[in-house]
């Protein structure tokens, strides 16, 4: 598969038609990083993959850092954030709050600080013959399997000031070694594990 099929649209698509429709801060991502109605907290994104789950947490008013180390991914993103920001308008508004470094999660995290740190690292195979999305099959073309989930979980909680958020498939067994987490928001494919910290 060639490096055409990874491509990162914050004007249009999916992406436009979740920031028109998807349901503000009820939605089940910013529930879990503790978003309310008087309160924006501060994001890092240890796992920024297509910027999807940064985007929108940044169109709630969020500063948001992404962090990603493919450095194919890391390139289509920073190609996406810079077309974002030439669109002008709500997306260049948005794509401004949003910070793109490259690199491990695992090794920046500690130099950095923020209230609330998601990670959404790639999913183990599905047990059910169900089809992940296309974009997802892609991704796993180029950046594999993410074997150190558990090691980056660990540095999250240790650098949060108020959460870690965890996304994971619905029936996901729990990573090995990693406390259970303080509470759960369930999706129909996802759910989402909160770390509570402080
Ligand atoms: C499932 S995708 C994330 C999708 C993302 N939440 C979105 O909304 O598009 C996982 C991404 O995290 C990256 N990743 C996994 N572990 C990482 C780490 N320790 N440091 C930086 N990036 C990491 C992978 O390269 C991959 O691009």
Redesign the pocket.
Known sequence: MSKDHLICDFTGGAVGHRLKFGGGRGQALPKAAGFTKGRTPTVI??????????FLLASLGAEVTL????AD?HGMLREGLERASCAGGQVADIVSRMTLLF????ELLPELSADVIVV????PPRKTKALVKKE?RV?RQF?GA?P??ED?VKVALEVAKKRVVL?WPAKGDPLPNIKKPSHQLMGKSTRYDVFMLG
Not at 67 to 70: A, K, L, V
Not at 120 to 123: G, K, L, R, S
Request: net charge negative.
């Open positions: 994104d240890a796992t920024a993959g297509f910027g999807r789950d940064a962090i990603e180390r493919s991914v690199g491990d999660a695992k959404d690292p790639m999913h997802m991704l950046v993410d150190d989930a980056l996304k």
